[in-house]
């Protein structure tokens, strides 16, 4: 009987030695999704918090128009230092 008491109180420890490993990688992931910008959750469906819209992607000719858009921006900014 006391071989059995000591098995039960070993697992225990193993247990709570489980638990704590468990609450510091739950802490370093969220660590990790913070400098990832919190895209992704752990994988509890579509109502989990942190779950982020995907990105959305510009097109080369929205591209083409804001960068034209800037290069105008500087040239005025430009002639207003030349006057």
Do not use: D, F
């Not at 982020?52 to 804001?66: E, L, N, Q």
């Amino acid at each position: 009987m006391a071989n059995m008491n000591s098995v039960i109180t070993q697992l225990e420890r193993q247990r709570k030695q489980a638990e704590q490993q468990l609450s510091q990688l739950n802490a370093a992931l969220s660590a990790l999704r913070g400098l990832n910008g919190g895209t992704r959750s752990v994988g509890r469906g579509p109502s989990s918090v942190g779950m982020a819209r995907p990105r959305r992607k510009i097109s080369a000719a929205g591209r083409r128009r804001i960068a034209e858009a800037q290069r105008a921006r500087w040239a005025k900014l430009r002639q207003q230092k030349k006057s």
